[in-house]
Each structure stands twice: as C-alpha cells, then as structure tokens.
C-alpha cells in the first residue's frame, strides 16, 4: 500500500473488542430480534458486522468491526504492517515498569493506553488512556481497555484516580471501570515510579 490511501486512515467504521457473533450491536439492538450480517472488513481486517434494525432504518449507521483483544493477536513494533488495524505492544524497558498498547493501522496512531504489570504480586495498575480528539467515540478506547486487561485477566487491577475531565469521566461510565481508581502498586511498581507522587496515598485512609 502506498502512502496515496492515508488521508482516509480514519476509524470510519466503529469498533468493539470481541470475538465470535455479537449479541448486540453498537446502538444497543438485541440481534437475536434485529438480524445481522457478516462480512469482512479489508481495511481493518477483522470481522465487520451490519445490524438489520439499523440497515433498515434511515440515516443510521449499522456497520461496526470486532477486533479481538486477546494477547495473541498483539504484535510487536517490528511486526506492525501496512495492513489491518494492529494492538501493537510496546513492553516496558524493565519488569513492573509502564508499558503500552497502541492501536494502529499502517503509520496512524488512534490511541495509547499505558498500564504496568507486576507478575510477582500480580497487580496490574492502569496509568493512562489516550484517544486523540478527531477519533474519538468510535470504540478505541474500549478496545484498548480489553486489549490491556487481557494481558493479565486474573491481576489485582487498580487505576489512577479518574480525576474531574468530563471526557475522562463519561469514557469510564460508559466502558466500565477496570478497577477501582486508587492506584495499589506493589513495591516493584512503587520502585518504577508507576504511580505519581500525589496520588499514591488516594483514598488509603
Ligand atoms: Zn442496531
Ligand atoms: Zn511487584
């Protein structure tokens, strides 16, 4: 592919982490009653999904893409290809350090999320979220959140605290908290400086 197909390197079709058939669609139609189709997304290359109810109805979009999060569909920055939307992993320089999960198609970053892990204690602390503005409500953020906690499916998973932003605060009450929202590193974690300062002790005592 050639760099002439950028310019549309947008997330025009939405996205939802999962695999297998969805039991409903992005706009919250039960599709066991609605219908639903499958194709096949060639940009994205992942399974793309058209809802009947919203087909049928005008003006609406109907289409969404289903990116598995599983680990084993991460790749490593060396692997990230021209081709299909990617979680790309980039590990932390040392163990229980912040490392972070990108998605990507081709040279276009849409989001990051940052999270360290410490498999000795198994706690997981998740640091930051990141979707930039222009793609943003298209399902980048979810897919990053189930990206990261499948990584370590059975941690201890805390998160700074939310903090007051209204973006910040509508994302996780639509998503779902990961965890609660006063970080709890272990001493490895606290070693790596995951957890700033001020809001290390939040809501301890
Ligand atoms: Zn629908
Ligand atoms: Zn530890």
């Known amino acids: 592919?050639?760099?002439a197909n950028r310019h549309w390197r947008n997330l025009?079709?939405?996205i939802r982490p999962g695999t297998g058939t969805p039991a409903r669609c992005p706009w919250g139609h039960d599709l066991a009653i609605a219908g639903v189709r499958q194709g096949w997304s060639q940009d994205y290359r992942a399974p793309e999904w058209l809802c009947e109810a919203c087909y049928a109805l005008p003006g609406r979009e109907n289409t969404w893409t289903m990116i598995d999060p599983a680990p084993a569909r991460h790749v490593t920055e060396d692997q990230a290809d021209e081709y299909g939307l990617r979680l790309v992993l980039l590990r932390p320089a040392t163990a229980a350090g912040i490392g972070a999960i990108q998605l990507r198609l081709g040279h276009t970053v849409f989001g990051e999320i940052r999270f360290s892990l410490c498999g000795i204690d198994r706690r997981a602390v998740l640091v930051h979220v990141e979707v930039e503005e222009k793609h943003r409500r298209?399902?980048?953020g979810r897919v990053l959140v189930a990206a990261a906690a499948a990584r370590a499916p059975h941690y201890d998973w805390?998160?700074?605290?939310i903090g007051h932003d209204?973006?910040?605060?509508a994302f996780w009450a639509?998503?779902?908290a990961i965890g609660p929202p006063s970080p709890h590193p272990c001493t490895h974690q606290t070693e790596q400086g995951v957890v700033p300062g001020e809001s290390r002790w939040t809501k301890w005592w």
């Open 138 to 140: 298209s399902g980048a």
């Open 1 to 3: 592919m050639t760099g």
């Open 174 to 176: 639509r998503v779902g």
């Open 166 to 169: 209204p973006i910040t605060v």
């Open 12 to 14: 025009e079709i939405p």
């Open 158 to 161: 805390t998160t700074l605290p």
